[in-house]
């Protein structure tokens, strides 16, 4: 040590020797300087490769061919997702300016009825994935006059308001329970599972920085987790590890998330199922990691919770995945999907309040008095509280068990006569009620147009390509699975006739995003989608002309 010592003082003696003073000042930051500049550099969030590559790919603006090639394209999109926005609407017209006198009140029920009516897929005859959960006109009816009576009340004022705050912690308690929580769990309702998601990010990045000192927080996520992880990340400004999926079972590799532990680490999420393939994570295991490095373990069962909260007493095997597992310390549900509840109402569960009071967005000094929020809107819509409570007053125990019993079995059907079809391959094993497909002998995309054509609405896969059925208490009705079996059966046989055929239409482009390096494109070929989405009519001549009345 002290030869290597010895010669680095010698370097720098002679290094400044005969140098001013200025000069040895001058040397000295401006190497300190450098060396600081090249470390943020190289240290950052994203490698130098991805950085190397983002910037090789934004150089394609500097180049007048590129640029006016990819405008165009761009524009094209603009004008294809316009057209079929425009298709869609079959014609309706648009009021684009406010009339002059309100309308009539049986005029505008039509106008909303026909709005509501405008969508090309039968959500009440099973044909779509997911989306609708439940089709019950004496829940309709019960939803939409509880809703007309608390349509005006806020829990953000508790005392004009305090029979709301009552129901939403009724909610709350009766949530804590079903994943079995003690009597310190706790939570809050949300208006959905992104919501509850980004909550849970918020609540342990400021727990890390307050109990720990993390400055740079992490989360460490698999690769199948839900995208709204990565919105949360964006907005919180929190670094995402993302940790591959074994390759059979497709749940995220428990080895390979411990690798991805660091000391940074805020949280670690299980997915019970995740999104695309409809598996579950092995929350045990990711409990167990939880508690030996000391770190928040997060259960997304935003698509699943009010499901796999059932399934053992409706006869199913299920591994442990809530606060049954001391690691386990916060779970993410939606009771607008499976707890058919209206949408726009999630759940967010704490094992305690030590973790929810991090949730909270205190102001103690603004001159309007001290303002608390614990979630992330200040007023909230009371209507959706009051009518999530008496969703779950009208089904009971009972009646949630005879729906998951029923949808598991459902989803069961059709997994197992898939699983002897030829041609195609199911991802890993279904934890509830999502089928995940895909192919080594044709590109799956086909199918998916097919069953398309015949009315069917599933769910595209990507890296890998595949396609997925989000089983809901609608396909349980009678005939729909088989129906839907007997399409797909049908389709398959006719494309293992022509394996080789390329896909066409939309769904060719779902292919060839895929094999695009430049993500960006991507981005903005997903921004013209979200334009699409708010179009109205530009030119004031096409849109309608409200009279006076």
Known sequence: MFPVCGGLKEFLNNTFQGKEPWQIVTITSTTLLTTVWLWNFIFQDESLVERGKKKFFSLRNYIPCIRDKINQELNDMNLLFENEAIQRMKDVPFIVKLPNNGFKYEEILEKVKQCVQLGDYDCEGG???????????????????????????????????????????????????????????????????????????????????????????????????HSAFEKAAQYLKIKIRYVPVNPHSYTVSIKKMEGAISKNTIMLVGSTPNFPYGTMDNIEAISKLGVKYNIPVHVDA??????????????????????????????????????YAPKGSSIILYRSKKYKHHQYTVSTDWPGGIYGSPTVNGSRAGGVIASCWATMMYFGYSGYLEATKKIIETTKFIEKRLRKLNGIFIFGTPATSVIA?????????????ALNAKGWNLNTLQFPSGIHLCVTYVHTQHGVADKFLDDLENELHNILLNPKTSVQGKFAMYGMTQTIPDRSIISDFTKCYLDSMYYTPSNETQSVIIQDK
Do not use: W
């Not at 399934?311 to 809530?322: L, T």
């Open 437 to 449: 497909l895909g192919s080594n002998d044709f590109d799956i995309y086909r199918l998916s147009e």
């Open 302 to 339: 935003c698509l699943g919770g009010f499901l796999i909260c059932f399934m053992p007493d409706a006869g199913f095997n299920v591994p442990p995945f809530d606060f049954q597992l001391p690691g386990v310390t916060s779970i993410s549900a939606d009771t607008h999907k499976y707890g």
């Open 127 to 225: 044909k779509v994935s997911g989306a609708v959960y439940r089709i019950d006109h004496e829940l309709l009816n019960l939803m939409g006059a509880v809703y007309s009576f608390a349509s005006y009340t806020n829990p953000l004022h508790p005392d004009v308001f305090p029979g709301i705050c009552k129901m939403e912690a009724e909610v709350v308690r009766m949530a804590c329970q079903l994943f079995h929580g003690d009597e310190n769990s706790c939570g809050t309702m949300t208006t959905g599972g992104t919501e509850s998601i980004l909550l849970a990010c918020k609540t342990y990045r400021d727990y890390a920085r307050h109990v720990k000192g993390i400055k740079n927080p992490e989360m460490v996520i698999a690769v199948t987790t």
